[in-house]
């Protein structure tokens, strides 16, 4: 076992508290002490994501201009907004359009409210109880919830490392929703774990070694911990929720894909069926 499926293991086996509190103390010495860019949380606030936050952010933003067509004047939700990562960026580019985004992390959602709502009237973000053992111990089961917004109200959807963190029924909810928000040609561009439908876990490195049939756990115990799909299973899902695949990306966790401009995770472009 290598010493970074070590430490996920450590990390799973803490409580959804723990996991934020420990990251909030491992980093304290550099928030007490270290400077950071405006718009840049504190790193022991960030709970998702890796790599440089600005650095991050831009790079995903040029992915959603150049493959989604993401426009200025676009209407954009943000699915799992986590604490602004997607959103920072955005806010010099959306300009007569406007942002919405929903969390199940209020620490998230109280900072984005604080620094990026307050100086951007057009953005706005909202806190949901949703339930994820990863982050939370209990909430509203994301299965069963409505998207608090309105029929066919955005050009534009994005769920970066969200749906890698929810079971099948959770994902089948989450596409359903954002097909109803969307606008008919509108685009839902996300992250997946997607594996071969004959898929055999490898015996070291990023692994999804529990088979749930449709899909496959990193952790047994923490099912949100990561979550894999099977490629068949998951295209018919979208397109049995009203979706269009337009583009598929393999991620360079795939230990036979070549790191280039392409994320650590599966990219999907979904475009909504008109």
Not at 91 to 99: A, W
Not at 159 to 168: D, L
Not at 225 to 244: I, T
């Amino acid at each position: 076992m290598t010493l970074s499926s070590l430490l996920r293991r450590f990390y799973y086996f803490l409580s959804p508290d723990l996991r934020l509190l420990v990251r909030k103390i491992y980093y304290l010495p550099a928030d007490l002490f270290g400077g950071r860019e405006k718009l840049v949380p504190p790193a022991g606030l960030i709970y998702t994501g890796r790599g440089d936050f600005l650095k991050v952010g831009r790079y995903w933003l040029s992915r959603f201009i150049k493959d989604g067509g993401l426009q200025p004047d676009h209407h954009i939700l943000d699915i799992g907004c986590g604490i602004g990562r997607m959103a920072v960026p955005l806010t010099s580019y959306i300009q007569n359009g406007k942002y919405e985004g929903f969390d199940a992390v209020k620490q998230g959602i109280d900072w984005c409210q604080k620094n990026i709502q307050s100086k951007f009237p057009h953005f706005n973000f909202t806190y949901v109880d949703l339930n994820n053992d990863l982050y939370k111990s209990k909430g509203i089961d994301a299965a069963g919830y409505r998207f608090a917004y309105d029929d066919n109200s955005f050009d534009f959807a994005i769920s970066i490392s969200v749906f890698t963190h929810m079971v099948e029924a959770e994902v089948a909810n989450y596409l359903k929703e954002s097909d109803r928000v969307l606008k008919p040609g509108g685009i839902l561009f996300a992250t997946f774990f997607i594996v071969p439908d004959q898929y055999t876990p490898e015996d070291k490195g990023f692994s999804f070694p529990y088979d749930c049939g449709n899909y496959l756990l990193m952790d047994k115990e923490v099912r949100s911990a990561n979550v894999a799909y099977r490629q068949s299973f998951l295209l018919d899902l979208c397109r049995k929720n009203g979706f269009s695949v337009r583009m598929q990306e393999s991620g360079y966790w795939h230990q036979n894909a070549e790191q280039r401009d392409n994320d650590f995770q599966d990219i999907l472009i979904l475009s909504k069926d008109q």
